[in-house]
């Protein structure tokens, strides 16, 4: 077999997502979903592989900057759009598209790359780990009661038209991102994507329904969601499907939850992708009958383990040698002193010293935003002490206060 890797030209476009639509089933993205995946496609960016004249492998990258704890926003490549053709899978082509990609991503001086996973079990092995969760949630509205804190009343609900709901969408979640490790700062042409509502993805539900929350004439949350009417013999039991709620205060976010839960003719809210911290969590009167579900969600690698650790805050003061185990980019391996003062700031250098943990670059990338333990991957193994004490200082350093999240897929 003889394939050609190499960078996607903009006349190629239709034939490379195509092959990808194909590596994923055949079925084709809704025309506006496709359109929106084309304005943001950065072709020096993407790789095809050519057997011939066919596409056989495709995949691509954005350019992010990815909060981290402490609020910085790290440069980080967002990789996409991965397939493989049928025809040509476990031939190693994968493994050279991520090969090239990650050199290139070095040479761009970007620390981090992050991915969604199709199935968990693929990248592991190029480095990633899975560092964050998302949560699901079905809350029988029926059974389980909200209470909200004070200043809920003042805050003024609305529906907006969808070109109004983007722009203020996006400006709450512009001032949400450094708050949050795991979210991405783009650029335009992203803010319309968790906006796009093609029938063909609502399943019996309704068009996206936009809701505004303010204060004081001031924007400060929004939902977005779909209703499933639904009937029995019993009478109504609709599914409000929440694809997306933020607000930038406690009462704003329990106003805009208390809204979910009175609408009419419905009995169950659904919400797929919500932090494992979520505050819903303490203004439901009964956790068990929320449905309550984890999965992976972000999977990270450090591309740079210097700038990467560096580029975060950590819990306290540290004075830690790391022994990196990294096959797939070997500049990473070897050992590193990693110290953080009082406040948090960090230098990690490269040292002969002796270590006191060893790892491999999968588990720094499952622990780096903070919401995975340094002792729980301890005690599957995935962490050797090497001085005792140790993985309780590592782990402690590591956590952040806030559970790190991608509120949006990419
Ligand atoms: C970020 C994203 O876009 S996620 C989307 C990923 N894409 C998809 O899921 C679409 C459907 N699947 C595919 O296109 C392909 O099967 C891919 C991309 C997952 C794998 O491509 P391939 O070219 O077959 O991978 P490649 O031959 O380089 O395999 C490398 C190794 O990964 C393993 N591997 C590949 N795919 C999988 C998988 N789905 N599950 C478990 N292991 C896998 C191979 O067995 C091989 O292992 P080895 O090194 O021990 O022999």
């Not at 995935?382 to 350093?397: H, N």
Request: proline content about 5%; overall charge negative; glycine content about 8%.
């Amino acid at each position: 077999m003889t394939t050609e890797l190499r960078v996607l030209q903009p006349s190629e476009w239709n034939q490379w997502f195509s092959s990808l639509e194909l590596a994923f089933g055949g079925s084709q993205e809704p025309a506006e979903q496709r359109e929106q995946y084309r304005s943001v496609t950065e072709y020096e960016r993407s790789i095809g592989i050519w057997d011939g004249d066919d596409v056989v492998a495709t995949t691509g990258a954005f350019t992010f900057r990815l909060a981290v704890p402490g609020g910085a926003l790290v440069p980080a490549a967002g990789v996409t759009m991965v397939s493989v053709a049928s025809t040509h899978r476990r031939r190693g082509l994968l493994t050279s598209m991520m090969r090239r990609q990650l050199d290139d991503v070095r040479a761009l001086g970007e620390p981090i790359a992050v991915l969604t996973a199709s199935e968990p079990e693929i990248y592991g092995r190029f480095g990633y780990g899975a560092a964050t969760r998302q949560m699901s949630l079905a809350i029988d509205t029926d059974r389980v009661r909200l209470s909200v804190p004070e200043g809920t009343d003042e805050v003024r609900l609305r529906y907006a038209r969808k070109d109004e709901a983007v722009d203020a969408c996006e400006s709450v979640y512009a001032r949400l991102v450094p708050g949050r490790p795991g979210t991405p700062a783009h650029g335009p042409g992203w803010e319309r994507k968790s906006l796009i509502d093609p029938e063909s993805s609502r399943a019996g539900g309704s068009a996206l329904q936009c809701l505004l929350a303010e204060r004081d004439g001031e924007l400060v949350g929004y939902t977005n969601y779909h209703i499933k009417p639904d009937w029995d013999n019993a009478g109504p039991k609709g599914r409000i499907v929440v694809s997306d709620l933020a607000a930038l205060d406690p009462a704003a976010y329990a106003a805009l939850w208390r809204f979910l839960f009175a609408i009419d003719l419905t009995s169950t809210i659904e919400a797929r992708n919500r932090p494992t911290d979520d505050a819903v969590l303490h203004l439901v009167s009964d956790v068990r009958r929320c449905d309550i579900r984890q999965r992976d969600s972000l999977h990270l690698r450090l591309v740079d383990v210097g700038a990467a650790l560096e580029a975060r805050t950590y819990r306290g003061p540290l004075d830690l040698v790391f022994e990196v185990e990294d096959a797939f980019c070997p500049w990473n391996a070897g050992r590193w002193r990693l110290t953080a003062d009082a406040k948090g700031g960090a230098s990690c250098k490269r040292t002969e010293d002796a270590a006191d943990l060893a790892l491999s670059v999968r588990e720094l990338g499952t622990a780096y935003l903070g919401g995975e333990s340094l002792g729980s991957l301890a005690l599957a193994g995935r962490v050797r002490e090497l001085r005792a004490g140790a993985v309780a200082e590592a782990s402690s350093a590591f956590v952040s206060d806030v559970a790190p999240w991608l509120p949006r897929g990419f």
